[in-house]
């Protein structure tokens, strides 16, 4: 998942093969204790956003994806540049993908099916229902990340969360000369844009 950074091995250093069954039960399982937290009704707003998060960030392969997106870029980095543009990765991610979901409750989750795409890659598809939203799939691309299933991508509506951003964070890096400054300062400026949608969310 990958590329090599930062004195890190490429990917197939440590990538099993991913059995599609092993796959299919992980996303049930993680699509059923996100759905759990979020319609918990003694939970307030608040503490579904943080179950959510944390539920999120063991199932993801957050530095992989982080490493994947930010590419080339990653061997240009300072040591501190790298820690910072994970750190504020992260909390993109989790809130991008804590919104697709939703947050109030009513939130229902079933799979469809499941594809192995290469030997060490599995494709899930769910369909999510929210309140008031027509139902939608989510695809779920799923590795052996260290010994045990991880996301390494999401897919929406053909839309792969990695490539797009990746495009996206390359293309802040081209506009500013190469600067990782620049895509760190945006990326703490797209924070600063979800926690106010957030807000908003919340006040309605």
């Not at 759905?35 to 944390?54: E, F, G, K, M």
């Not at 989750?109 to 899930?124: A, K, N, P, W």
Request: proline residues 4%; positive net charge.
């Amino acid at each position: 998942m990958a590329l090599p950074a930062a004195g890190l091995p490429p990917r197939g250093a440590w990538a099993q093969a991913m059995d599609i069954a092993r796959a299919t039960a992980f996303i049930q399982q993680t699509g059923n204790q996100l759905v759990a937290a979020i319609n918990d009704p003694n939970l307030t707003l608040p503490q579904r956003r943080q179950r959510v998060a944390d539920i999120l960030r063991r199932a993801v392969d957050i530095e992989g994806v982080g490493r994947f997106i930010l590419g080339r870029y990653a061997r240009q980095a300072t040591p501190e540049q790298l820690a910072e543009y994970m750190r504020l990765f992260e909390e993109v991610i989790i809130r991008n993908l804590s919104a697709r979901f939703g947050e109030y409750q009513g939130v229902r989750f079933s799979l469809g099916r499941s594809q192995q795409r290469t030997e060490d890659d599995v494709l899930v598809t769910t369909i999510i229902e929210r309140p008031n939203t027509q139902p939608f799939t989510l695809d779920w691309r799923v590795s052996e990340v260290g010994g045990q299933p991880k996301v390494v991508d999401v897919i929406a509506e053909g839309t792969s969360l990695r490539l797009t951003t990746r495009s996206e964070y390359a293309a802040v890096i081209q506009r500013n000369g190469g600067s990782i400054d620049a895509l760190l300062a945006a990326m703490r400026n797209q924070i600063q844009q979800l926690a106010a949608r957030e807000q908003g969310g919340a006040a309605r």
